[in-house]
């Protein structure tokens, strides 16, 4: 297969999709900033798409693209069983996403919500089972050369409580589907993927700046790696249609260098904020913050920052994409100055248009997309 690239679009007439087999697809985390922008490839494509939706206001943003709400919630009993048809290709992304939170939260979205899912979906024989995951899942302390998971020993922090349960749930998903037969495929995003809609990279840098603690930890000279929303859907979506995946894990990331001082000042660029000026040490931020979060264990608040933002914004973070490249010919394509462009055009429009929506309808504005 080499190195060309191959449009996930037209991947239908590839040799490696195999004969016969169904575009149609189940998708949960559809209304979420990853899952849109896979819903609307997988649209482009042909074939019947179906999106888990737990909010009735989202519906309408589901149809506009093309795609069929199927009303559910992972967490209620049941309400994944009408989602997925035989022969579908299932694309989990829906998780409960957040640098901060409590243990039960994340155990229930993510850990718990994937069982229903899991029964309701290896009931019908899917044709394949993708696991959206997250490369933080892997040991901060191995990242020498690039993390890949050739080579990483996966050992998220503790207290990185997202990756625990990120990690718990891509077991269940490769021994429920081992059990049952049935071929599993998972995608570790870098850890930031970025992009014109409500991610939960915007929504965590206007919550941080807001408060005053937006910070370059360290010198800021580390490498940042990051995704842009389109380049990681083509992925994601690559990764269930081409029958040589089952089994596999692929690492997903730009690998453009980008150093944390660039990302985070090109950012407040993209969402009207002003240039990140404060510094603090790397040991100064990491005790602050575990100590912000036991103050904030003892009130039963959420913590503002933790221990993970800090690691995550002072370790230098390289992906080695090569599985990727390699075998599905999957390379980026929308630079980081370009993509950061694009999310700049889009909060601008939103700002204009929607001044005050900004948590509200993600429908209120659809990103531009490729
Ligand atoms: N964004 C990143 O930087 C990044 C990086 C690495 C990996 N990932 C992975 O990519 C996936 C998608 O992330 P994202 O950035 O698109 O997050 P997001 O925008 O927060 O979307 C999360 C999605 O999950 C859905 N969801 C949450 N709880 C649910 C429940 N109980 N029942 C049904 N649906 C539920 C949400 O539905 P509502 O719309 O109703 O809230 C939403 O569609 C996740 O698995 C995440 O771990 C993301």
Redesign the pocket.
């Given at each position: 297969m080499g190195e060309q690239v191959r449009d996930a679009t037209t991947v239908r007439e590839s040799p490696a999709f195999g004969k016969g087999c169904s575009l149609n697809a189940a998708v949960?985390?559809?209304?979420?900033?990853?899952?849109q922008a896979l819903v609307r490839l997988l649209v482009k494509r042909g074939g019947a798409v179906r999106v888990?939706?737990?909010?009735p206001e989202?519906d309408a943003t589901i149809r506009s693209l093309g795609a069929e709400p199927v009303r559910?919630?992972?967490?209620v009993p049941g309400d994944c069983d009408g989602l997925v048809r035989p022969g579908d290709v299932v694309y989990h992304?829906?998780?409960?996403?957040a640098a901060v939170g409590r243990w039960a939260d994340f155990r229930r979205?993510t850990i718990e919500?994937t069982r229903p899912l899991l029964k309701a979906a290896l009931r019908c024989r899917p044709q394949r089972f993708v696991y959206?995951?997250?490369?933080?899942v892997y040991s901060v302390k191995h990242v020498r050369g690039g993390v890949s998971a050739d080579r990483t020993p996966v050992a998220p922090p503790r207290y990185n409580l997202?990756a625990r349960a990120?990690l718990e749930a891509e077991n269940l998903v490769r021994a429920e589907c081992e059990k049952a037969g049935c071929p599993w495929t998972i995608v570790?995003?870098?850890?930031?993927?970025?992009g014109p809609g409500?991610?939960?990279?915007v929504r965590s840098f206007l919550a941080l700046a807001e408060r005053g603690f937006l910070y370059v930890v360290g010198d800021g000279q580390n490498q940042f790696a990051t995704s842009y929303v389109d380049d990681v859907a083509r992925a994601v979506l690559l990764a269930g249609v081409d029958t040589s995946t089952a089994g596999k894990i692929y690492d997903v990331a730009s690998e453009e260098p980008v150093t944390l001082c660039e990302f985070l000042n090109t950012t407040a660029w993209a969402l009207g904020l002003p240039r990140v000026r404060h510094r603090v040490a790397r040991p100064v931020a990491y005790a602050a913050a575990a100590l912000t979060e036991l103050w904030a264990r003892a009130r039963g608040r959420e913590p503002p920052f933790n221990r993970w933002l800090v690691i995550l914004m002072s370790v230098n973070q390289v992906v080695d994409t090569g599985r990727i490249r390699r075998e599905l010919g999957w390379q980026p394509r929308v630079s980081f100055k370009e993509g950061m462009r694009r999310m700049q055009e889009w909060y601008r429009q939103l700002q204009e248009g929607e001044r005050g929506t900004v948590d509200g309808d993600?429908s209120s504005l659809q990103p531009a997309h490729e």
């Open positions: 949960t985390g559809g209304t979420g900033f990853v899952g888990l939706v737990r909010r989202a559910g919630d992972l967490e992304a829906a998780a409960r996403v979205t919500g959206v995951s997250t490369g933080a997202y990120k570790r995003l870098s850890c930031t993927v970025y409500h991610s939960p990279l993600r």
